[in-house]
């Protein structure tokens, strides 16, 4: 069989275990399996648990597990409503401040959890009521829970940039510094929009005041004291110490991202503790079961994802395609709209974990070719997997949003979403104009990559 054939086949049969219905990491291991038993060496079936051992034992892993424990444990404890509730009391005289604070809010949450859907539940579940009640139109209150949890996998400490971290042989401290500058500029960029819109929302709803003297809440004006927003801080300062604290042990020199990981776990479990009185068996047992369920299924379909990218590199398929695409010559930019668009189209169906072991050994030798850093690439791939979280058809955080707010609609939630796909997308061309924005933070405190 042509090495065309073979990876014709290979990608079909994918597809098809795909289409399936089975999960994710049971679809991947099965195919890989299969072509091991077709296509290698009768041997090659009985290294199977010594072959995902290997690719597995790695150290950078290892932080996985603990990161998802240190958001399980503010997930589950009243800290997003707080830091809702605080940012909404601070920002409440701004024009717009209840959507702005519910972004703030979101980036906040989603660096200290790392967790997509955890920072839409946590969030969303204040946020959305509150923003209804005060005369937001579902869609745009729903975009902007939807859209501030995807900030979850750039900023650090991120699951999906440890696993590309691993997948492209990169420093993962220098990946986790390069998403701060973009993250930023997300927060931003939707903070800008959400302002935007409710000056046009607000307008709509006095004209609509002169014309029928139907009142919204959104004519309502609320003031806070200064005694109501020096109460909110004694819950919310210690996350956001906890947050620098873990980004310094981490940057300083003084853990490494396992170490970091196991000690922000351990201090997360202290605040719930001393802060919510979270500390019985009782109360701690869901944290420690969502954790184990959680970090199991991700440790699967990574095992099976690394499973799967061997059997690729050992039949040679993903060096025969990668060697296809550089002997195409295309130029680089059109390389990097073609893998994007790629990305883009695998986002319908995929996420972010497998997207990423899946594609990195097809993807990166090109683009490293090229001369694109990889560094830089990382963080144009987490922001366009992240539109992929909120893009239909099956974007993971509008499903989670639709649980957290039945009577909303689909169609209201999906076009809520779009202008904050948009913006990414905006965020991805700035950042290809201006590369600095992902690599200027690594070269200033980890110096000049060595590869440009």
Same mark, same amino acid.
């Given at each position: 069989?042509?090495?065309?054939?073979?990876?014709?086949?290979?990608?079909?049969?994918?597809?098809?275990?795909?289409?399936?219905?089975?999960?994710?990491?049971?679809?991947?291991?099965?195919?890989?399996?299969?072509?091991?038993?077709?296509?290698?060496?009768?041997?090659?079936?009985?290294?199977?648990?010594?072959?995902?051992?290997?690719?597995?034992?790695?150290?950078?892993?290892?932080?996985?597990?603990?990161?998802?424990?240190?958001?399980?444990?503010?997930?589950? &404890?009243?800290?997003?409503?707080?830091?809702?509730?605080?940012?909404?009391?601070?920002?409440?005289?701004?024009?717009?401040?209840?959507?702005?604070?519910?972004?703030?809010?979101?980036?906040?949450?989603?660096?200290?959890?790392?967790?997509?859907?955890?920072?839409?539940?946590?969030?969303?579940?204040?946020?959305?009521?509150?923003?209804?009640?005060? @005369?937001? &139109?579902?869609?745009?209150?729903?975009?902007?829970?939807?859209?501030?949890?995807?900030?979850?996998?750039?900023?650090?400490?991120?699951?999906?940039?440890?696993?590309?971290?691993?997948?492209?042989?990169?420093?993962l401290g220098r990946l986790f510094l390069a998403g701060i500058f973009p993250g930023v500029l997300l927060v931003g960029l939707f903070a800008f929009y959400a302002a935007m819109r409710y000056r046009k929302e607000h307008r709509l709803a006095k004209a609509e005041f002169e014309r029928s003297g139907a009142a919204s809440a959104l004519l309502l004006d609320e003031t806070f004291t200064n005694r109501q927003k020096f109460e909110m801080l004694p819950r919310v300062v210690p996350f956001v110490l906890l947050l620098i604290g873990v980004m310094v042990a981490l940057y300083g020199g003084f853990a490494t991202p396992s170490e970091t990981a196991g000690?922000?776990?351990?201090?997360?479990?202290?605040?719930?503790?001393?802060?919510?009185?979270?500390?019985?068996?009782?109360?701690?047992?869901?944290?420690?079961?969502?954790?184990?369920?959680?970090?199991?299924?991700?440790?699967?379909?990574?095992?099976?994802?690394?499973?799967?990218?061997?059997?690729? &590199?050992?039949?040679?398929?993903?060096?025969?395609?990668?060697?296809?695409?550089? @002997?195409?010559?295309?130029?680089?930019?059109?390389?990097?709209?073609?893998?994007?668009?790629?990305?883009?189209?695998?986002?319908?169906?995929?996420?972010?974990?497998?997207?990423?072991?899946?594609?990195?050994?097809?993807?990166?030798?090109?683009?490293?070719?090229?001369?694109?850093?990889?560094?830089?690439?990382?963080?144009?791939?987490?922001?366009?997997?992240?539109?992929?979280?909120?893009?239909?058809?099956?974007?993971?955080?509008?499903?989670?949003?639709?649980?957290?707010?039945?009577?909303?609609?689909?169609?209201?939630?999906?076009?809520?979403?779009?202008?904050?796909?948009?913006?990414?997308?905006?965020?991805?061309?700035?950042?290809?104009?201006?590369?600095?924005?992902?690599?200027?933070?690594?070269?200033?405190?980890?110096?000049?990559?060595?590869?440009?």
């Open positions: 069989m042509t090495m065309l054939s073979l990876g014709l086949l290979f990608g079909a049969v994918t597809l098809l275990f795909m289409f399936s219905g089975a999960p994710i990491s049971f679809a991947l291991g099965s195919v890989a399996v299969l072509f091991m038993y077709l296509f290698m060496p009768a041997s090659a079936l009985n290294t199977v648990t010594q072959n995902v051992y290997e690719e597995m034992a790695s150290i950078t892993l290892l932080s996985i597990p603990l990161f998802i424990l240190k958001g399980a444990a503010i997930g589950r &404890s009243r800290a997003g409503q707080d830091l809702y509730a605080a940012m909404h009391v601070w920002m409440g005289r701004i024009p717009g401040g209840l959507g702005i604070a519910n972004v703030f809010a979101c980036a906040l949450f989603a660096a200290m959890a790392g967790s997509s859907p955890a920072t839409c539940s946590a969030i969303g579940s204040a946020g959305i009521p509150e923003m209804r009640k005060r @005369g937001y &139109s579902p869609g745009f209150a729903a975009g902007i829970i939807a859209a501030g949890g995807t900030l979850g996998i750039l900023l650090p400490p991120s699951i999906t940039m440890i696993l590309y971290a691993v997948a492209a042989e990169q420093s000690l922000g776990a351990l201090l997360a479990l202290a605040l719930i503790a001393t802060i919510y009185g979270v500390w019985r068996p009782r109360d701690v047992a869901p944290i420690l079961t969502a954790t184990l369920r959680e970090s199991t299924m991700l440790m699967m379909i990574i095992g099976m994802s690394l499973l799967f990218s061997y059997v690729m &590199s050992f039949l040679h398929i993903s060096q025969s395609t990668a060697e296809w695409v550089v @002997g195409m010559h295309l130029s680089k930019w059109v390389l990097l709209a073609a893998i994007l668009l790629m990305v883009i189209l695998l986002g319908f169906f995929l996420p972010p974990v497998s997207i990423i072991l899946m594609t990195a050994p097809i993807i990166l030798p090109p683009l490293k070719a090229a001369g694109f850093d990889l560094i830089w690439f990382g963080v144009l791939m987490t922001i366009v997997m992240e539109a992929g979280l909120i893009h239909p058809p099956v974007g993971l955080n509008i499903f989670v949003i639709k649980n957290i707010a039945p009577d909303i609609s689909l169609s209201d939630i999906i076009w809520g979403v779009l202008p904050f796909v948009l913006l990414m997308f905006l965020a991805v061309f700035l950042i290809c104009v201006f590369p600095g924005i992902a690599t200027a933070l690594p070269d200033a405190v980890m110096g000049l990559a060595t590869v440009r």
